[in-house]
């Protein structure tokens, strides 16, 4: 856990505290997604007791249910305690109709857009991308604006992510009810046809196919663009004194909804302790909990009660979980280099997903 | 000839070492091809015997063509480079008297460093708006290239920091080399009346033949497990221009998990590796015999 005020350690004092004869041992984990990912398929693939109680990426749930990795909660975490949460982040805990984890900290993806800009045309914030991309053409070079919209288009997780709210936004997904793989081609296709068109059009500038969220944190936080998707903790640093955009900034939704990031906390199966390691997941999702571990590392609660701002509740009310499937890493792979050759114009939309489709006919398994 | 006992225990000395190479070596190599004759997801308990589907698939799956394109444009562009760059760069030092020592040390700087540092460096250098190589293609008036996110130039970007990174090596040693020549043989050609581009042509080229032999065979096999500057700074992207086929197997074998498709891809490889190898050796063989 990064930052300086990590309020985890009082936390887990508290609850030895509360829980004599228990002892809580924090242990880091690597700082990547990939390696973390990496770290837990080698300890808990071996069976490994050396831990009870982990942290897990929302896409990872469902494949480590499926690997018999982590406990089955769905007795334990009633319905009455999941209603407490965001229902996208229970739908992200779910497989086969149990659920594996409980939400911890919650993040979604949202759209960060010049107040000041847009309200001297008396501008409201786009609901379409098409909207987006007609007021980002219209404002782009006023005023130092080099840029319209910036968003995430390097080949990564992160890619995934923006064309997946692509597909939100027209009606579509990656994987249908029934898991099959892109069940409406052309809508899909439009989609990200849209993202290259971004790119052709002028919308965005050509360096998003190289953009994480750092780059094009930057570049939107240096006042060089109108429009930036991005995860709620750049707010702060936009709001930051020296910040040159400070008080020209209002966040909203992504029109279609953001998909949802953070962690959920799970039991490792191979626990000798599972009463006790189920007693810390409650004491560490509590809100009193959830609220500061979120503030201590730019996350949020994953419990609508805890929200203060109406506007940044109904953002979170409209996240969506990523395709839940114990094969996210195989199809999420597959898809970045084709959505990449999409998006640079490398290859035609429609031939670069029907690629990815071709790769997953084989490598999913039932 | 050796008396047959003296053969016999010549061989029961051996055989710990034979048996640790069979362990780390064979073994492996057993291994892997089985692994690659399987549809295996431990993590899901699959475990099938699928005979050459794995191979059939590969075949005909963009993606590891595509792998196999871009390994092998980086493998003869890099080497053909760095070679180059580094015979050029070693003459020079060979040539130079003064700071010489200062030079070399310089030298040797990029070459120290750990691919990951290189790699995060050559980040700083091409980001997209306020890197150096921007800044610089801005003075010259060439816009702002997108070094990382343009299909046409991040192989080339790579291409580039690989090329700082290991020529030193190659003029290293091709300086070694030009110091073992002696100057005797430089005088006679003199007297004869060579000039410098025949001196060049008929004398150092010829006598660094068996290093740039031994350094293009290093280089060659370095390059074709290429990984760390790609991991690092595009993994693989854009649209796959950077994903070679170790950073393919990488991710069947450690993301995604499909061991037996990844142990086909290192298979494939690991015959590319072999087959490069048997040539170099067999120039080598070839060279020493003339």
């Known amino acids: 856990m990064p930052g300086e005020r990590d309020p985890l350690p009082a936390l887990l004092r508290e609850f030895e505290r509360l829980h004599p004869g228990v002892t809580v041992q924090a242990e880091a984990l690597p700082w990547t997604a990939d390696v973390q990912h990496q770290f837990f398929v080698i300890n808990l693939e071996g069976r490994s007791a050396g831990f009870d109680v982990l942290m897990l990426d929302v896409i990872w749930v469902a494949e480590f249910a499926r690997a018999g990795w982590i406990l089955d909660l769905s007795d334990r975490f009633d319905a009455a305690a999941r209603a407490e949460h965001f229902p996208s982040t229970i739908t992200a805990a779910t497989l086969n109709g149990r659920v594996w984890a409980v939400p911890w900290v919650m993040n979604v993806g949202l759209l960060y857009y010049r107040r000041d800009l847009l309200a001297r045309r008396g501008w409201a914030a786009p609901t379409t991308y098409e909207e987006l991309a007609r007021q980002a053409l219209a404002l782009r070079g006023e005023g130092g604006i080099r840029e319209g919209f910036l968003w995430q288009g390097k080949q990564y997780e992160g890619l995934v992510v923006n064309v997946l709210e692509s597909f939100w936004a027209l009606g579509t997904d990656v994987l249908g009810p029934s898991g099959d793989v892109l069940p409406d081609p052309a809508l899909a296709a439009a989609a990200l046809a849209q993202r290259r068109a971004f790119i052709t059009d002028g919308v965005s500038p050509a360096l998003v196919t190289a953009a994480d969220e750092e780059v094009s944190r930057r570049e939107f936080g240096a006042g060089a663009a109108v429009f930036l998707r991005n995860w709620p903790y750049a707010l702060a640093l936009f709001e930051a004194p020296a910040s040159p955009v400070r008080g020209r900034v209002a966040i909203t939704a992504l029109p279609g909804g953001g998909a949802l990031g953070g962690a959920h906390l799970a039991i490792n199966a191979a626990t000798r302790y599972p009463t006790q390691a189920w007693e810390l997941v409650r004491f560490l999702t509590r809100p009193e909990a959830q609220r500061r571990i979120g503030d201590a590392v730019g996350l949020h609660p994953t419990r609508p009660a805890l929200f203060e701002s109406p506007a940044l509740l109904s953002i979170f009310r409209g996240a969506r979980a990523r395709p839940v499937t114990p094969w996210y890493q195989t199809l999420s792979a597959t898809l970045q280099p084709e959505l990449s050759a999409a998006i640079t114009g490398v290859k035609p939309p429609a031939r670069a997903l029907d690629d990815a489709r071709g790769r997953l006919r084989y490598l999913l398994l039932p | 000839m050796i008396a047959r006992g003296e053969r016999r225990f010549g061989l029961l000395l051996a055989a710990p070492a034979l048996l640790v190479l069979g362990a780390v070596t064979l073994y ?194 370095d390059a074709l497990r290429a990984f760390d500057l790609m991991f690092v700074l595009t993994g693989g992207g854009p649209a796959a221009t950077t994903e070679t086929l170790a950073l393919f197997a990488y991710r069947s074998l450690f993301q995604t998990l499909h061991l037996g498709y990844g142990a086909a891809v290192s298979t494939v490889v690991f015959v590319l590796v072999g087959a490069t190898a048997t040539l170099y050796l067999a120039a080598g063989r070839a060279d020493a015999t003339r």
């Open chain 2, 28 to 221: 492996p190599v057993a291994h892997v091809l089985a692994l690659s004759l399987q549809r295996r997801v431990p993590i899901f308990g699959v475990a099938d015997w699928v005979g050459l589907a794995n191979y059939a698939f590969l075949t005909r799956d963009p993606a590891f063509w595509n792998a196999a394109r871009v390994t092998v444009v980086f493998v003869i562009a890099s080497v053909a480079v760095e070679l180059a760059l580094g015979v050029a760069v070693a003459l020079a030092l060979h040539r130079q008297q003064r700071w010489r020592a200062i030079a070399l040390a310089l030298l040797l700087l990029p070459w120290c460093l750990p691919g990951v540092v290189t790699a995060r460096t050559f980040e700083w250098i091409y980001h997209p708006t306020s890197g150096l190589a921007g800044a610089v293609a801005r003075r010259l008036g060439a816009g702002a290239p997108n070094w990382l996110g343009d299909p046409s130039l991040s192989l080339a970007a790579l291409i580039a920091a690989d090329v700082w990174r290991t020529m030193p090596f190659v003029a290293l040693l091709c300086y070694a080399r030009l110091l073992g020549i002696p100057g005797e043989v430089y005088e006679a050609a003199t007297v004869d009346g060579a000039g410098r581009a025949a001196t060049l042509r008929a004398i150092t080229l010829p006598l660094l033949a068996p290093v740039l032999l031994m350094v293009a065979l290093f280089r060659t096999l």
